[in-house]
């Protein structure tokens, strides 16, 4: 790169840093890989640029981000690396800055076409004799004839010799003969080397085509004694929608198995949670996204063998969620949108990621012997100690990606010259891809208070003056006469000294509005009429929705061919909006935009769903879809923000995902049905928190995702550690008895049914609310007896016929692998006189009480 010469001398005693650049659907990244000193073994960590439009932009990052590394030096948490890193993502390269690899990118392409020439050659004249070299080799390798060299070996399971048909790399320096590789399978099934290891040397490779690239010494993985438990529940309304989705995966490793992508790298435990909040009244976006994270980000854990460090897997989570909206801006459900919540354990690793108005609550039990001040009234000797509540804090999410955030209004209000202020009116606080409606207008019976709105609200110069294309055919004339009679209502000087704020930056946009259009009309009048009538178009909501609306603006047949319709719209509209660039070059950009959209729209020839105008507005400044909020003018945002929190030897943690329709539960409420559920009964919490934001009546369907994480030490102190060491030793069996509620519309009969139970009415939700409200019940009440109330609620209510087994009304004994995989792991979970979590299978829902 032409700045790597001012670069200082590398001194550290691990490799220089090196950087690359990643080509992704059209997406430039640079990658910079940094190599540190950690547990005496190096180790690469690595480290991505924003993303970019072009390979220029890229190779700048690159080159900014290698000499961060080069001022940091050896430093392990890379803290020069990650401060330019993150000021990376708020710069926009000049010419003037790039120009410097115009020349190199030219010779580039000139030297990388001879090459590819002189190996296509070389291949052709050597392919014979590099096979018949290849193929000695690994017959020496076999009959060890000449003593492949074992002065290293390589660290992490299922290393190998190569078979006979392996491709090995051909790196200088490196014998041929002392090749370990490690093998992958492929989605055909197939297995592939994709890692190499060098005895002789010690050296590490990655497959990287179409060559080979160093990398670090592997994580050598360990299983920590984390216990993590998760839960989700999501109650429907009463129509049986469902707007929210979670997604549970509790060990991330079978799952990679079964997708052949294998962690085999990757310390254990390994587990990630999701929540996907559904927005505009669809549950499209989030279905969309519930179903298709986990296979974008399984391949990238996957393709790396050395350990994670907490910020790569945040940067991870963020490149995955950036490519999830990418391909859900490109789908059928573009126009829905959704908050969404990651939680991801990787070892003693969680990183906790939010976008939108969800909220992720970390929840602890107090430290060990400590508890509360009993009331003044009850202040005696003899007075009982009251447990101390669980601490409870908003990790990530909340009211920081709303209009209420000064941070994210001012970047609302950048990028798309729309105004809010939380000290206004409620619908000021929302944001919508159009302009205010007339039926919004009319219903405001102050006439400042309309003009205000309308001004605030508007998406273009003519919206904020009301102006039509009709109109300008006055030319100046009209928009003079409009910008006269609206400043005699919004002028800061004519309004009371409260609205002065609003007033003042009202009427700079309406004057700024105001001198736009009257300089396009000075240059040309047909070409400003021309743009107001995309404008016109754009406003109404339906131009990159609906061919027929964007094949008429554009002047072609619906389903007309995509190089058709761009010849058509540059045919209409590049000579008139050209003129107009040197009068309003932002707004020019944003037709355009919107033009692009429209193309897209003839060609694809079909409508797609958009939401009505109630739905259209959100509370949000990021989320996922939400096309028209993004496309022509970005309002709405993608970008995660992350914690990351070490798992400590002893630490007890509990996490709730709520979703913005469940703002009424406090802090304090979380910790409360954390607290009262713990340690394994993630769902019960779930489900009481959900019901609990249900019941506020803020929204119809209701979700939530709880998990408990617990590091066993062994023995403990305090009731939490109490009901853990019991837990401890699992045992070989388990005896059981259970409470069954079928619902109605399951598959099949159940040939375990008790008869004369009449067939269930219910619904799966109201088979859990019951089973949770039992739950709870039984709980409250004297623990000494909890065997004969639970037995007396099994011959009462239990569908299954176990409930007439004598004497105790049970299941009998369950051994590992005797029972589905969901009863059988709440079944080993509990303690003898305990009861279990709502666990779902494929009979019902279950309760259960555990009697040896």
């Known amino acids: 790169m032409p700045e790597e010469e001012k670069l200082p001398k590398w001194t550290a005693d691990v490799p220089e840093p090196e950087v690359s650049l990643d080509l992704e659907d059209g997406i430039y990244r640079a990658e910079l890989i940094c190599y540190v000193q950690k547990g005496g073994r190096v180790k690469d960590i690595r480290v991505r640029g924003p993303a970019r439009s072009c390979r220029k932009e890229a190779r700048k990052d690159a080159s900014e981000l290698k000499k961060a590394a080069f001022k940091g030096g050896s430093d392990p948490a890379l803290f020069f690396v990650r401060a330019r890193r993150k000021e990376l993502e708020t710069v926009k390269w000049k010419k003037e800055d790039l120009a410097a690899y115009q020349a190199e990118d030219e010779k580039r392409e000139r030297e990388e076409a001879a090459r590819r020439r002189e190996q296509e050659q070389k291949m052709n004249d050597t392919k014979a004799v590099e096979s018949s070299n290849h193929g000695e080799v690994l017959i020496q390798l076999a009959t060890k004839r000449d003593g492949p060299s074992d002065d ?20 200088t320096g490196q014998p041929s003969n002392s090749w370990y590789i490690h093998e992958k399978q492929e989605a055909s099934g197939k297995y592939k080397a994709w890692l190499f290891f060098n005895s002789a040397t010690g050296k590490y490779y990655q497959r990287d085509d179409p060559g080979y690239l160093r990398v670090g010494v592997p994580n050598s993985p360990y299983e920590y004694p984390i216990a993590v438990r998760v839960g989700s529940a999501n109650i429907p309304s009463k129509a049986g929608k469902k707007l929210d989705m979670a997604v549970v995966l509790p060990e991330l490793h079978k799952t990679g198995f079964l997708l052949k992508q294998p962690l085999e790298f990757m310390d254990k435990p390994a587990s990630l949670f999701i929540l996907c909040d559904g927005l505009r009244n669809s549950p499209a976006a989030a279905d969309f996204c519930a179903r298709r994270l986990h296979a974008l980000l399984l391949p990238k854990l996957s393709a790396r063998a050395s350990e994670w460090e907490d910020f790569e ?42 976008l ?3 909220r992720c609550i970390v929840c602890r039990p107090p430290a060990a012997g400590t508890t509360a001040a009993p009331p003044r009234r009850l202040a005696t000797a003899a007075a009982p100690a009251a447990p101390v509540p669980w601490s409870a804090r908003v990790a990530v999410g909340g009211s920081a990606h709303t209009t209420t955030s000064e941070d994210e209004r001012l970047r609302v209000e950048s990028a798309g010259n729309r105004l809010a202020d939380a000290s206004e009116s409620a619908a000021l606080l929302r944001l919508t891809a159009t302009s205010a409606k007339p039926r919004e207008l009319n219903a405001i019976s102050d006439e400042r208070e309309r003009l205000l709105l309308q001004i605030a609200r508007a998406a273009n110069p003519f919206a904020t003056l009301g102006i039509g294309v009709k109109e300008l055919k006055e030319g100046k004339t009209v928009v003079r006469k409009v910008f006269r009679k609206m400043s005699l209502v919004v002028h800061p000087d004519k309004v009371q000294e409260p609205l002065k704020p609003r007033a003042m930056r009202a009427f700079a946009k309406l004057e700024a509005a105001a001198t736009s259009i009257e300089a396009m009309l000075g240059l040309d009048q047909a070409a400003t009429q021309l743009m107001a009538e995309v404008d016109l178009a754009l406003d109404g909501g339906r131009l990159t929705a609906d061919p027929a609306v964007a094949a008429k603006l ?12 761009k010849r058509a719209v540059e045919q209409k509209f590049s000579a008139p909006l050209g003129r107009l660039q040197s009068a309003c070059p932002r707004d020019v950009e944003r037709v355009w935009k919107g033009l692009s959209a429209a193309e897209e729209c003839v060609a694809r020839g079909t409508a797609l769903w958009t939401p009505s105008e109630d739905d259209e507005a959100i509370f949000v400044t990021r989320a996922m879809g939400c096309k028209d909020l993004k496309v022509p003018t970005p309002l709405l945002a993608a970008g995660l923000v992350a914690e990351c929190i070490e798992l400590e030897p002893g630490c007890q943690i509990g996490i709730a995902m709520l979703p913005d329709g469940l703002s009424s539960v406090s802090e304090a409420d979380v910790a409360g049905e954390l607290a009262r559920h713990a340690p394994s009964r993630p769902r019960a919490a779930a489900l009481r928190l959900a019901l609990r934001g249900q019941n506020s009546g803020q929204q119809e369907s209701a979700a939530a995702v709880c998990a408990y994480l617990d590091w066993d030490l062994g023995p403990n102190t305090g009731a939490y550690g109490a009901m853990k060491r019991a837990r401890t030793a ?29 067939a269930p009415t219910r619904t799966q939700a109201e088979a859990e609310k019951e089973l949770l409200e039992l739950l709870e019940q039984l709980l409250s009440e004297d623990p000494k007896t909890m065997g004969a109330r639970f037995k007396a609620q099994v011959m009462k209510r239990s569908e299954c016929s176990t409930a007439l087994n004598v004497p105790y009304a049970d299941l009998g004994w369950i051994e590992p692998g005797g029972a589905e995989a969901p009863l059988e792991a709440a079944a080993f979970a509990m303690a003898v006189g305990g009861l279990s979590d709502v666990v779902i299978s494929s009979r019902g829902a279950h309760l259960m009480y555990r009697l040896a």
């Not at 999830?324 to 789908?331: F, G, P, R």
């Not at 554009?554 to 319709?565: C, N, R, S």
């Open 554 to 565: 554009i002047g072609v047949a619906e389903g007309t061919a995509a190089k058709q319709t």
């Open 356 to 358: 939108g108005g969800v």
């Open 152 to 171: 290293y070996q390589p660290v992490g399971p299922n290393w190998k010799r190569p078979g006979s048909l392996t491709q090995l790399p051909g790196i």
């Open 313 to 354: 897997l945040a940067d991870l989570l963020r490149d995955t969620v950036e490519a999830l909206d990418a391909n859900l801006l490109e789908s059928p459900a573009c126009f829905a949108g959704c908050n969404l919540a990651i939680g991801l354990v990787v070892g003693t690793k969680l990183v906790l990621c939010a």
């Open 730 to 758: 699992k045992p070989e069996r388990v005896r059981i008895s259970h409470i069954l509620l079928r619902w109605a519309g399951q598959k099949g009969g159940d040939e375990f049914g008790r008869r004369g139970f009449p």
